[in-house]
């Protein structure tokens, strides 16, 4: 996909801000017909393959909005040559999206674990499939604190004996595990408003934009987070507003507003 999205923004910019190039209708299209101005030269059958295959789940509006797009292309012209190798990739790029479709939905109808079903609500289901594997159940520790040392997020000073030396964590767990829950922290910053508002505050407070190290607040947000599944894997609602203070959150926000006003 990030080899198609490159092609794509070479020869039919507008359709990655129209619509998202995993979608199996647009992969179709431009497996068979090719780029914009081969869509807008067969645009009777581009039309007629988008109904079929989209359904009745695809709207008028956006086989406008795909149609319009191709129109008003300002994209390099595609050459012959280039045009079978375009194909070519998203043929390739189709073949592996169906077959990762396949293999969660077989992943999805084996796993019977209640734990990594309830893990998996909030992390997805190969995510919660490989904390299980790697690090365990998260009920068999006693205590988060244990939990957050199988990730290897325990935290230990340098051991060059200097003053006011850093604290890093340890590193110490499966690094897949540790990967994978750094990936999932990071779409739970963008998609929670706790998550969002705390890491914004760190990041300003580390110097802003420009200069923090986000990484700091996103290790940080990862073992918050170890900390609400290991809550969850017992049974127990995920609750974001358990894991700050929110408060002080909202505090922070109002001054934030009230200096940009």
């Known amino acids: 996909m990030g080899y198609l999205e490159?092609?794509?923004?070479?020869?039919w910019p507008e359709i990655i801000q129209a619509w998202e190039l995993k979608r199996a209708t647009l992969l179709g299209i431009l497996k068979n017909f090719g780029g914009p101005r081969k869509l807008v030269e067969n645009e009777t059958e581009v039309r007629d393959y988008m109904k079929k295959k989209g359904g009745p789940q695809l709207s008028k509006d956006r086989i406008e909005e795909v149609m319009e797009a191709a129109k008003s292309s300002i994209g390099v012209a595609i050459l012959h040559s280039e045009l079978e190798s375009l194909k070519s990739l998203v043929?390739?790029?189709?073949?592996?999206?169906r077959n990762l479709k396949n293999c969660k939905r077989r992943m999805e109808d084996s796993i019977q674990q209640e734990e990594i079903l309830r893990i998996a609500d909030k992390v997805g289901t190969p995510t919660s499939a490989l904390f299980w594997v790697?690090?365990?159940?998260?009920?068999?520790?006693?205590?988060v604190d244990g939990?957050?040392?199988?990730f290897g997020l325990n935290l230990k000073e340098?051991?060059?004996?200097?003053?006011?030396?850093p604290l890093h964590i340890t590193k110490r767990g499966p690094s897949e595990a540790r990967s994978a829950l750094y990936l999932a922290t990071w779409r739970k910053i963008n998609s929670d408003p706790y998550?969002?508002?705390?890491?914004?505050?760190k990041v300003a407070r580390d110097g802003?934009?420009?200069t923090a190290n986000k990484n700091v607040s996103a290790i940080a947000l990862m073992r918050k987070?170890?900390?609400?599944?290991?809550?969850?894997?017992r049974g127990r609602k995920f609750d974001s507003t358990l894991l700050f203070d929110v408060s002080k959150l909202k505090a922070r926000r109002s001054m934030a507003t009230a200096s940009s006003g």
């Open 6 to 11: 490159a092609e794509m923004a070479r020869y």
């Open 91 to 97: 043929g390739r790029a189709d073949r592996l999206r």
């Open 134 to 143: 790697k690090i365990g159940p998260f009920q068999s520790y006693d205590s």
């Open 158 to 165: 340098d051991s060059s004996g200097t003053y006011n030396s």
């Open 225 to 233: 987070y170890v900390k609400g599944l290991w809550h969850l894997a």
């Open 195 to 201: 998550f969002q508002a705390w890491h914004r505050n």
């Open 208 to 210: 802003g934009e420009e």
């Open 147 to 150: 939990l957050i040392k199988a």
